[in-house]
């Protein structure tokens, strides 16, 4: 039965992209009234759990509609801190996912000739440089956070503790900013 399924040379990364693929059908125009609802009336666990959803490509557009509406009813600070940390622990769980599971892959796609081409052709301080600023954007955003963490996860100069502090100081921002933003359009 299997010879007839195409062999991929990167099954994981297929397998995320689809992931991200299924979010965006599942939850591209849902209306998530109840759900963020319920949220709110948990009160600050409610941010807490807003946060744990953020980093997650299926449940960062709800989440984000939560926190602007959790700022109508909360401290947004408060909230954007809580809502950091929950965001942080979904971040851990995805960088040791990657960390340890795609690390094969990782390794099999840097010696891919157009990494390789890129890798040899770009100047180091855009490499140094540039891959986290792109992850940190995109960890700050709604955008979901398995993206900006792999390509985090796939620079081996960041430990887990370093890239603790980032997915935190990013996403407590990202999730204020959103919050902010709830307050102004209440």
Do not use: C
């Amino acid at each position: 039965m299997h010879k007839f399924l195409p062999k991929f040379r990167y099954p994981k990364f297929l397998l995320l992209f689809i992931t991200f693929l299924i979010a965006y059908l599942l939850f591209s125009g849902r209306d998530s009234l109840p759900f963020d609802q319920f949220i709110v009336s948990t009160g600050y666990f409610g941010a807490f759990i807003a946060g744990l959803m953020f980093s997650y490509g299926f449940t960062a557009a709800p989440a984000t509609s939560v926190f602007l509406i959790l700022a109508e009813h909360q401290n947004i600070y408060l909230a954007a801190l809580i809502g950091g940390f929950g965001s942080l622990i979904t971040d851990l769980i995805i960088f040791k996912f990657i960390r340890v599971s795609f690390a094969d892959e990782i390794k099999r796609l840097s010696k891919e000739k157009l990494v390789v081409n890129l890798n040899n052709s770009a100047p180091s301080i855009f490499k140094k440089y540039f891959l986290p600023v792109l992850a940190g954007f995109i960890i700050a955003s709604p955008l979901p956070d398995e993206l900006g963490v792999t390509l985090l996860a796939s620079v081996k100069s960041i430990s887990t503790r370093i890239f603790s502090i980032m997915s935190y100081i990013l996403n407590t921002v990202g999730i204020l900013a959103i919050l902010i933003i709830g307050t102004i359009i209440e």
